[in-house]
């Protein structure tokens, strides 16, 4: 899959800043379901190409994926258009490797970062779901022009006619953080295929996205439908969203949300007391290199830090926000050598085998689950028990037999506003003993917070060991 990017400004070789890639070395990045190399084909004053080349490896994903193994596979599962085609997998890419590029920023010329330059984008093979009408109807009203040819299905054989697929060329005076994110958004609308990452956080990241463009495109209901996969209920509260007349800034939402849920629970000190109780079931293990996935921001990756016990301290998560708030927290930045290196935090989602996440002795999952839409859960089971594998997994989520003790939680709302649900401690025994016997784990149960005769504690907890 590849895209490059030309400038035709003078010195085109700015380029190389705006984008902090260096003209003169080409870089590889691992992304996790493949890797990004970025080099420039072309370099002089007038006209500066970069290319972005995505590797995706298509049998790393299907084993990531959720479902049955080995013969039940359909072999469509392995050979895909997904290693050669434009899709969300270009997305993520594009947000990882020129992240910075792409939020407007640069250190060494921040003031050709704001300005409109002339730029050309060529997607080589992008796979248009609605033909050639609809991906004028998505690249014009943005300003670009446009040239597209189809691919026929196989030149051998004319007869079989066209191929979904179109190579492209856009050119416009744009900024080039506005080129970078329209492409962020448009490619996988047009490709509309499934993407292995639509949940809450796709709603926020659309519409911050999409901030200044979208709420006036033409075919805004279309992006979002598409963008978000269809999920009637996720784009309708996007669109909301967008037509709302005081918009609230996306992460401002989800902090109030981490709010209320706190404010509920902090009466009793329920925060404090889940972090003690899954620090004692790590220590109690013996690891010594331990994962915290979805760390938020870090207060279990603070506590770990503070017991010497522990050599290896690995926080994941798929916000890069709450990354940054972690690494606030354990002020990583002046934190002596010593100490920094016992600790790393990595952007990684639960949805994807991530090979970082192999051969540790424990995981801890605190407040995760609940999180994840239930048919995605599977994924997540597989990547932490099948693929990572560690010899110890704690797993933390609300009791809702508990909810009706909290005083301002309305009867059947959930403690937080992402959660996707809230189990009983009847259904989370269920989950966990599945999973044992799945992937060969002990699960036992303890419960975090004070006890209440009829309905358990406030949180609980699963320990799985094998
Ligand atoms: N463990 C932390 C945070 C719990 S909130 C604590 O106890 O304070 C849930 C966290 O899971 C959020 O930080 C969210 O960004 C993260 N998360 C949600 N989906 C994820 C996924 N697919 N992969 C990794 N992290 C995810």
């Known amino acids: 899959m590849l895209l490059t990017i030309t400038a035709s400004f003078s010195p085109a070789t700015d380029l190389g800043y705006l984008l902090h890639k260096n003209p003169s070395r080409a870089q590889s990045t691992d992304l996790g379901f493949g890797k990004a190399h970025v080099f420039y084909p072309e370099v002089n004053a007038e006209r500066c190409t970069v290319a972005l080349l995505l590797e995706v490896d298509p049998i790393g994903l299907v084993r ?52 409109e330059l002339p730029l050309e984008a060529h997607l080589a093979a992008l796979p248009c779901h609605g033909g050639e009408g609809l991906l004028r109807r998505l690249f014009e009203p943005l300003g670009y022009r446009l040239d597209a040819t189809q691919a026929p299905l196989d030149r051998s054989h004319p007869e079989w006619g066209m191929s979904p697929y179109f190579s492209v060329t856009l050119r416009a005076n744009r900024r080039l953080a506005d080129l ?11 490709d509309d295929d499934k993407h292995y990452w639509v949940g809450d956080d796709e709603v926020e990241k659309l519409l911050r996205r999409g901030a200044g463009w979208l709420d006036s495109h033409p075919e805004r209901d279309l992006i979002v439908r598409r963008y978000l996969r269809h999920q009637t209920s996720l784009a309708r509260a996007a669109l909301e969203r967008l037509t709302a007349e005081e918009e609230p800034e996306a992460d401002t939402l989800e902090t109030e949300h981490a709010v209320e849920e706190q404010r509920l629970e902090s009466r009793i000190r329920l925060g404090e007391q889940r972090i ?32 010497k016990l522990f050599h290896e301290i690995v926080g ?69 028990f099948e693929f990572a594998r560690p010899r110890t997994v704690v797993v933390t989520t609300p009791n809702s037999e508990y909810n009706v003790r909290f005083e301002g939680l309305p009867a059947g709302r959930l403690r937080h506003r992402d959660h996707r649900f809230e189990w009983t401690r009847a259904e989370f025994e269920r989950w966990a003993q599945d999973i044992g016997e799945r992937f060969g ?26």
């Open 441 to 466: 784990y002990e699960p036992r149960f303890l419960p975090v917070g004070n006890e209440d005769a009829a309905v358990g504690a406030p949180t609980q907890m699963a320990v799985f060991g094998r």
């Open 276 to 307: 003690d109780a899954v620090l004692a079931m790590l220590k109690q293990s013996g690891a010594q290199r331990v994962l915290d996935l979805g760390c938020g921001e870090g207060h279990l990756l603070a506590a770990l830090l503070k017991e």
């Open 316 to 384: 994941m998560d798929i916000s890069h926000r709450s990354l940054e708030r972690a690494s606030d927290r354990l002020r990583l930045e002046r934190m002596p050598e010593r100490q920094r290196e016992r600790v790393r935090l990595i952007h990684g989602s639960l949805m994807y085998r991530d090979r970082r996440l192999e051969g540790y002795d424990a995981a801890a999952l605190v407040e995760v689950i609940e999180h994840l839409d239930p048919p995605r859960l599977r994924a997540m089971e597989r990547n932490v």
């Open 64 to 115: 990531g994926r959720n479902g049955p193994a080995g013969a039940d596979r359909k072999l469509e599962e392995y050979v895909n258009d997904r290693p050669y085609a434009a899709s969300s997998f270009l997305s993520v890419a594009i947000a990882r490797v020129f992240a910075s590029a792409m939020a407007g920023t640069s250190k060494e010329r921040p003031e050709l970062a704001a300005q």
């Open 180 to 190: 970078l994110t329209h492409l962020y958004v448009l490619v996988p609308v047009l």
